[in-house]
T-cell receptor, first 115, second 116 residues
C-alpha cells in the first residue's frame, strides 16, 4: 500500500528566510504524481506545486520548489523568501493515476512564519 | 477557473438527526467528486469517491449506510450524515475533478459539522 510520511509536525521560521519541508513516500509504482497542498487558517486547500514522477526536472512555482529524489522516494518542498501569508498547514500528497485515482495525504506540517 | 462550493459552511445538529452537505462545481462539469473528513490538527481522510449516475465507492471502514452520497448531476454531489452522533463532528471537505484532467482535484472550502 502507498504511504506518505511527513516527519516534521511543526516548523517555524523568520520572515524572508528559506524553509524546507520534508516528505517521504512508499510505492511500488513507477509512474505517479506528487503534490504539495497548502491549507491556511481558512481551511481552503490550495495546490502549491505538482511533480510528475517521470520527469527528472524538479518543479518550481515562483518561491516554491521541490527536491524530488525518485530512488530515495523523497519529495521535499523549499519555500524561499518566506512571507507571513505562507503560514499554513502543508500536506504532501501522492496520486497513482488509474481508473480509481485517489490522493493519499501525509499527516501535514504546520508552518509558522514569524514577523 | 475551477471553483467548488460547499453548503452549508457550518452546521449544528442534534444527535439522532440527519444533515445534508452539498458540493457543487460552479464553472465546470465534474467527472468525479471526492468526500474527505478532517479531524482537528489531522490530515484529510478520503471517505468515498462518487461518479455521476453511479454508486459511490466507499473507503474501508466508512459506513455507507451512515454516510449517504448522491451524485445526481455533473455539478452536484451530496453527503448526508444519517442519525448523527457527537463523534461525527468533524470538518468535511469535498473535491472535484474535470473530465480528462482527473489528476487535478479542486477543493471546496469545507463544512464544519457539530453534533450536540
Amino acid at each position: 500500500a502507498q504511504t506518505v510520511t511527513q516527519s516534521q509536525p511543526e516548523m517555524s521560521v523568520q520572515e524572508a528566510e528559506t524553509v524546507t519541508l520534508s516528505c517521504t513516500y512508499d510505492t511500488s509504482e513507477s509512474n505517479y504524481y506528487l503534490f504539495w497542498y497548502k491549507q491556511p487558517p481558512s481551511r481552503q486547500m490550495i495546490l502549491v506545486i505538482r511533480q510528475e514522477a517521470y520527469k527528472q526536472q524538479n518543479a518550481t512555482e515562483n518561491r516554491f520548489s521541490v527536491n524530488f529524489q525518485k530512488a530515495a522516494k523523497s519529495f521535499s518542498l523549499k519555500i524561499s523568501d518566506s512571507q507571513l501569508g505562507d503560514t499554513a498547514m502543508y500536506f504532501c500528497a501522492y496520486l497513482f493515476y488509474s481508473s480509481a485515482s485517489k490522493i493519499i495525504f501525509g499527516s501535514g506540517t504546520r508552518l509558522s512564519i514569524r514577523p | 477557473g475551477a471553483v467548488v462550493s460547499q453548503h452549508p459552511s457550518r452546521v449544528i445538529c442534534k444527535s439522532g438527526t440527519s444533515v445534508k452537505i452539498e458540493c457543487r462545481s460552479l464553472d465546470f462539469q465534474a467527472t468525479t467528486m471526492f468526500w474527505y473528513r478532517q479531524f482537528p490538527k489531522q490530515s484529510l481522510m478520503l471517505m468515498a469517491t462518487s461518479n455521476e449516475g453511479s454508486k459511490a465507492t466507499y473507503e474501508q471502514g466508512v459506513e455507507k449506510d451512515k454516510f449517504l452520497i448522491n451524485h445526481a448531476s455533473l455539478t452536484l454531489s451530496t453527503l448526508t450524515v444519517t442519525s448523527a452522533h457527537p463523534e461525527d463532528s468533524s470538518f468535511y471537505i469535498c473535491s472535484a475533478s474535470k473530465p480528462g484532467v482527473e489528476l487535478e482535484q479542486y477543493f471546496g472550502p469545507g463544512t464544519r459539522l457539530t453534533v450536540t
